[in-house]
């Protein structure tokens, strides 16, 4: 079965600059999650959809980032403009409906904002 | 104050050693308990889950949920150097809606 799949896996910009993030969840999971950890600490939700809703967007910096769920499989999260206090890593998961505690992530895109 | 707190380490033992990772929380809301496991330049893998108190045992670990106390531990037994990793608490309240909330990760290094 194949795993969460992130792109790219590296990234480095410019404050001010923008970037996008894309995200392919496992076959037949409908929930997704988008995730910032920043070096040294956990991850910290920052949306989760439900199929193509929003679920959860409170934690989301909203007047910056954004993100979308395409056909309720595909999921982009992009940032405009970035800060330097966006340099992170940032995590896909997904999981079924209801059961987070089987939620899969990908291996994340390592973001560098210089 | 953090719903949950975990002891960034890191910790280093000795190949064979018995390690206790811990968290606290509280939000006593929190029903499920969750340890994922994440390996360098890697996504958390999850490695135990428990619903509501009690233990449970897997091979060489065993997850413990004390909600009197907002106490949850991680102890594995027999460390390996395979076994040094970032080990992430999380636990998540009855509502299905909401996601996981995670400690900060407590970096654990087996020495061979």
């Known amino acids: 079965e194949a795993g969460v799949a992130q792109s790219p896996r590296y990234k480095i910009i410019e404050k001010r600059q923008s970037v996008a993030f894309w995200c392919n969840p496992i076959?037949?999971?409908?929930?997704l999650y988008w995730y910032q950890q920043i070096l040294g600490q956990g991850p910290k939700l920052l949306i989760q959809f439900q199929n193509n809703g929003v679920v959860d967007d409170s934690q989301l910096p909203k007047d910056r980032f954004s993100a979308e769920r395409l056909k309720g499989v595909d999921s982009t999260l992009k940032i405009q403009p970035a800060k330097l206090e966006d340099s992170a890593v940032y995590l896909c998961?997904?999981?079924?409906?209801?059961?987070?505690?089987?939620?899969?992530f990908g291996q994340g895109t390592r973001l560098t904002v210089v | 104050q953090k719903e949950v707190e975990q002891d960034p380490g890191p910790l280093s033992v000795p190949e064979g050693a018995i390690v206790s990772l811990n968290c606290t929380y509280s939000?006593?809301?929190?029903?499920?308990f969750m340890w994922y496991r994440q390996y360098s330049r890697k996504g958390p893998e999850l490695l135990m889950y428990?619903?509501?108190?009690g233990n449970k045992e897997d091979g060489r670990f065993t997850a413990q949920v004390d909600k009197s106390s907002k106490y949850i531990s991680l102890f594995i037994r027999d460390s390996q150097p395979s076994d040094s990793a970032t080990y992430l608490c999380?636990?998540?309240?009855?509502?299905?809606?909401?996601?996981?909330?995670f400690g900060s990760g407590t970096r654990l290094q087996v020495q061979p």
């Open positions: 428990t619903y509501s108190s």
């Open positions: 999380a636990m998540k309240g009855l509502a299905g809606r909401r996601a996981l909330t």
């Open positions: 939000n006593s809301a929190f029903q499920y």
């Open positions: 998961a997904s999981s079924l409906v209801g059961s987070p505690r089987e939620a899969f």
């Open positions: 076959s037949g999971h409908a929930t």
